[in-house]
Structures are given as structure tokens and as C-alpha cells.
């Protein structure tokens, strides 16, 4: 584990980005049941936050993908965080919808760009992997070359591995789960014994709860 993810890790627990709820479970949208959620979304309230987000996004696009022409964000978690690259990167920017508009235009991209264009997509989390790939997917159909995903944060699963292997796509983080918990327990956020539910949780993602 880096010191820039013990850093992001630090950061979500301070904001209590991170809620655990082993006896009342969240479900997901892709219907697994989990003890924990991670709501990046408010790292946006936070200035100190979002501008070191950003900036470790903005030095992965230089140092991975230099040849990056336009910046996408994954509606709705990420748009705002593709916007704040694209603006520290002096690029275009796009977003994604989860689906075609209904009305209107009925485009699912936002945004100018062409066939061909090089794009980055910025997500704010990936549990399962298929919605991000979703956007991805639509990227490619639309003809762009999408070089890669950055996302602020994974839990890690091997399925979402696989999808991502299997889709061609490079996928890197800030920080993962087990940077995650790992800082938790060391700062007191979560017991021992909420310790073992998340590990049984993420031993068996599928069936946990059910």
C-alpha cells in the first residue's frame, strides 16, 4: 500500500465517506448485498479533497496516457471529477450517461468529440465492473479509443478484474479496499469484530447475507 492511497483512504474516512452497516446490509445496483458503501460523491464538498483527487488523476493522465485528447466522466459520480481533470489538464470533456436520452437528441455521450479521439473515462468507483464497462463500451461504439479508466476507488473483486481483462481495459485507482480497511482498523474507525464481517464479505461478495 502507497503513501497516495493511505492518503485517499485517510480522506474517506474523515468525511465519512465509508458507511458500515453489517446488521442493516445495502444493496447494490447490481443487487449484491454488502455491510459497506463507499458514497465518493462527497468529496466533492470538501476543497482539500477534491483538488488532491484531481491532481492525482491529472499526474496518472500525464504519466499513463500522455497522448489523451479528451477527458470523459461516468454520470452520474463522475462528471464532476472529469471536469475538474479536464480543466487541470486544459482538455476537452465529455460525460457518459447510463442509457440513451429518451428525448431529444437521444444521445447517452455528452459532448463533442469524433471518431478516433483518444479518451481517458474517470470513474468514482468500481464494485462489480459493469457499469463502468457500460461506459466504456459506449465510447467504443461511438468510435472513440478509450486508453484507459481512472477511478477513485475499488473493492477489488476478482469478477470486476475479469470484466476489465476481458473488455481490454486498463483500469487503475487511487485506493482499494484493502488500503481501505487496512487504514480503518489502524485509526480506530472499525472494530475487530466489524473487521471479520467485512472479511467474510468480501471472501464471498455473492452470497454474504443472503
Not at 479528451?70 to 450517461?97: E, K, N, S
Not at 487503475?172 to 467485512?198: F, K, M, P, Q, W
Request: aromatic share 8%.
Amino acid at each position: 500500500m502507497n503513501d497516495k492511497a493511505n492518503k485517499i483512504a485517510d480522506f474517506l474516512l474523515q468525511i465519512k465517506a465509508i458507511k458500515l452497516q453489517p446488521s442493516t446490509p445495502f444493496t447494490w445496483a447490481s443487487g449484491l448485498k454488502s455491510p459497506i458503501y463507499c458514497d465518493n460523491r462527497k468529496t466533492l464538498s470538501y476543497p482539500e479533497v477534491r483538488n488532491i483527487i484531481r491532481d492525482m488523476f491529472g499526474e496518472k493522465v500525464r504519466e499513463l496516457y500522455p497522448g489523451t485528447e479528451i477527458i470523459a466522466g461516468v454520470a452520474t459520480g463522475a462528471i464532476a471529477h472529469g471536469m475538474l481533470v479536464a480543466d487541470l489538464l486544459g482538455l476537452p470533456f465529455i460525460y457518459i450517461r447510463s442509457g440513451a436520452k429518451e428525448h431529444g437528441l437521444g444521445n447517452q455521450i455528452e459532448g463533442d468529440f469524433k471518431r478516433g479521439d483518444k479518451v481517458v473515462v474517470i470513474e468514482d468507483l468500481v464494485s462489480t465492473g459493469g457499469s463502468s464497462l457500460s461506459a466504456v463500451n459506449a465510447l467504443r461504439e461511438a468510435g472513440c479509443d478509450v486508453l484507459g479508466m481512472l477511478a477513485i476507488f475499488t473493492y477489488g473483486f476478482e469478477k470486476a478484474e475479469k470484466v476489465f481483462a476481458s473488455a481490454r481495459c486498463d483500469l487503475h485507482t487511487l485506493c482499494d479496499y484493502d488500503a481501505l480497511v487496512e487504514r480503518a482498523i489502524e485509526t480506530g474507525y472499525i472494530s475487530e469484530n466489524e473487521l471479520v464481517t467485512l472479511k467474510e464479505w468480501r471472501t464471498s461478495p455473492s452470497t454474504w447475507g443472503v
